[in-house]
């Protein structure tokens, strides 16, 4: 006796295996980032993560043996368990999130202090130049002046080149401002709770993804007796037997071709009396030469109809 296992089963297995793959991979990626990894939690996020995603599929076999108890308790630690990992990869999430928004919010003031900078050498700049006028001798002075400020606005624009380009909540504004747009609220209001929401989705679907999976595919089925693997063959009924047609003599023959008012081919006829297909030619000829029949080809096919004055 065994279970019979599905195809969409084996996919749901399947599918099951590569999210505890991938969410491991991440909350492992997570901790070794940090200045000091704790090997102990790397080793064990794995391990701890596959029986997490167990014990739902313990839980149904629970109720399935009547272990009320037992199940209410899985349930509890499912519970749990799903809460302690999906706090900790929302807390990653939000983390490289935030500390993103921070590196740009850095980056962006320090472009406006640089701006700043080279707004006042220009100025600078153009003042010296000012100062020698048109088509007069510059004093040494003047003009070491401005070959200072040309460098500091070279320098000054170097280095808003070197500044990296980056808007990690591009995505965000877009959103809100759809949510706003539809619902008619402040781009702002609207922006702080996508901000809080969109971290979140990638640890909500991989849990839930990765709990409804295992539950579908291991859900306990019903016993079959046999292979596991169940094959549908089809196979051709069995014909009801039949008696043998009986030949037809050619008066029998010549009565009943009498009767075509349409078109019949002549092979048909063939097997219609049981007869070879040279003695129907033979007969069909001697009966068009009576005129009780007329003859006609139609591409390849010859036909057969008895004439319009013997139909009737």
């Known amino acids: ?107 962006k003031a320090q472009r406006q202090r640089i701006l700043a900078d080279l707004t006042a050498s220009k100025a600078m700049l153009a003042e010296a130049i000012r100062k020698c006028g048109t088509g007069k001798q510059c004093r040494a002075s003047t003009q070491a002046t401005i070959t200072v400020y040309k460098g500091a606005v070279a320098g000054h624009e170097h280095r808003l080149a070197q500044l990296p380009v980056a808007t ?58 046999g292979s596991v693997t169940v094959r549908t063959v089809y196979t051709e009924p069995t014909p009801e037997p039949t008696k043998p047609r009986r030949v037809y003599r050619k008066d029998e023959a010549r009565a009943d071709v009498v009767r075509f008012t349409r078109p019949v081919a002549q092979h048909d006829l063939a097997a219609r009396w049981n007869v070879t297909k040279g003695m129907v030619s033979v007969w069909l000829q001697e009966w068009a030469d009576e005129g009780l029949i007329q003859r006609d080809r139609d591409g390849r096919t010859k036909t057969v109809r008895a004439k319009l004055r013997l139909a009737s």
């Open 1 to 107: 006796m065994s279970i019979h296992t599905t195809r969409p089963q084996w996919v749901a297995r399947i599918s099951t295996i590569a999210l505890w793959a991938v969410g491991s991979a991440y909350l492992i990626k997570a901790e070794l980032v940090s200045p000091t990894p704790d090997w102990v939690l790397l080793c064990s996020t794995p391990v701890v993560w596959a029986v997490i995603i167990s014990l739902p599929i313990l839980a149904t076999y629970a109720r399935r043996d009547g272990q009320w108890v037992a199940m209410a308790l899985i349930w509890c630690a499912a519970i749990a368990g799903s809460a302690y990992t999906l706090q900790a990869t929302l807390g990653r999430q939000a983390e490289t999130r935030d500390v993103r928004i921070e590196q740009v919010e850095r980056t």
């Open 168 to 225: 990690p909540a591009a995505g965000e504004r877009r959103i809100a401002a759809l949510i706003a747009a539809i619902n008619g609220r402040p781009v702002e209001d609207v922006a702080y709770a996508v901000g809080l929401a969109l971290p979140a989705l990638f640890g909500i679907v991989v849990e839930l993804a990765a709990f409804s999976l295992a539950m579908y595919g291991w859900h306990p089925g019903k016993p079959v007796h």
